[in-house]
């Protein structure tokens, strides 16, 4: 399997910021050999097009995604986005359950499930985030939680569709600056937990095709002990990624796991 390696711009960078990161990142992306590697950039709405438009003109094998998305289309819906709007432009990928969605927009395991059907249904790729919160984390019901997030956000997705499936687990408690980056062994214990709800929900052979990234309070200092675990397949980045020398330097780092 490739090495997944993303970064999701979150609410941080206007269009001007945003031609500034791609027009940087970009010639750097040039000079590497990403043969191995799955790397992805999830800008705001607003910003995609011109995203998509430099990368497709620079020709380099980096992969844009949305942060959101509608689950329907064509209907009166004032201020949302749907998957057909995402795929014009078009988008590579579309995040779906990011916490902060789940947290601050109130977003059920239910809609995470109809926005990645929708998403799958128009061929593009979906980046489903599941995680336990804090209390959960405390209550010690954390693995009961990831089990539901992972079998409602998959529920009746078709086998055939498990390809363009990429799971990122970000335990809520870890992200952002006041996230407290978890134990690599407690990572490792619920990356085994969710490949075993993979498998069971699925057979051994099509839940393998899935990858599993690992989120929250990734750097450079703790790149390596996250990516050497067994069933981390990649690493899902916000504030590590946000300026283009930091990004090339993981997608360095990351060449041992390749
Ligand atoms: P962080 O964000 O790396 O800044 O903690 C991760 C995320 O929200 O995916």
Not at 6 to 16: I, P, V, Y
Not at 204 to 221: D, F, M, Q
Not at 233 to 242: S, T
Request: glycine share 8%.
């Amino acid at each position: 399997m490739k090495f997944y390696l993303g970064t999701n711009w979150k609410m941080h960078r206007t269009n001007t910021e945003a031609v500034h990161y791609i027009t940087e990142f970009l010639p750097l992306l040039r000079e590497q050999d990403l043969s191995r590697h799955y790397l992805f950039v999830i800008p705001s709405f607003t910003s995609l097009q011109l995203v998509r438009n430099a990368v497709t003109e620079a020709a380099v094998p980096l992969k844009v995604g949305a942060q959101n998305v509608h689950w329907e289309d064509g209907v009166e819906a004032t201020g949302e986005i749907s998957v057909r709007i995402l795929a014009d432009i078009p988008v590579d990928l579309v995040e779906i359950g990011h916490s902060e969605r789940r947290q601050k927009f109130g977003e059920t395991d239910l809609e995470v499930n109809r926005k990645a059907r929708a998403v799958l249904g128009h061929g593009l790729s979906a980046l489903i985030c599941v995680g336990e919160n804090g209390a959960e984390k405390e209550k010690g019901i954390g693995s009961q939680a990831l089990e539901r997030q992972v079998r409602s956000g998959l529920d009746c997705i078709p086998p055939g569709d498990l390809s363009r499936v990429m799971l990122a687990y970000e335990p809520t408690w870890a992200i952002g600056v006041v996230g407290k980056p978890a134990d690599p062994t407690y990572v490792q214990e619920k990356h085994a937990a969710i490949r075993e709800t993979l498998n069971n929900m699925y057979s051994v052979e099509i839940a393998a095709e899935v990858p599993l990234l690992y989120g929250g309070s990734v750097n450079r200092l703790n790149f390596r002990s996250y990516a050497e675990i067994a069933h981390v397949d990649g690493l899902f980045v916000g504030r590590a990624a946000w300026n283009p020398q930091s990004f090339l330097e993981l997608i360095g780092m990351s060449r041992a796991f390749v």
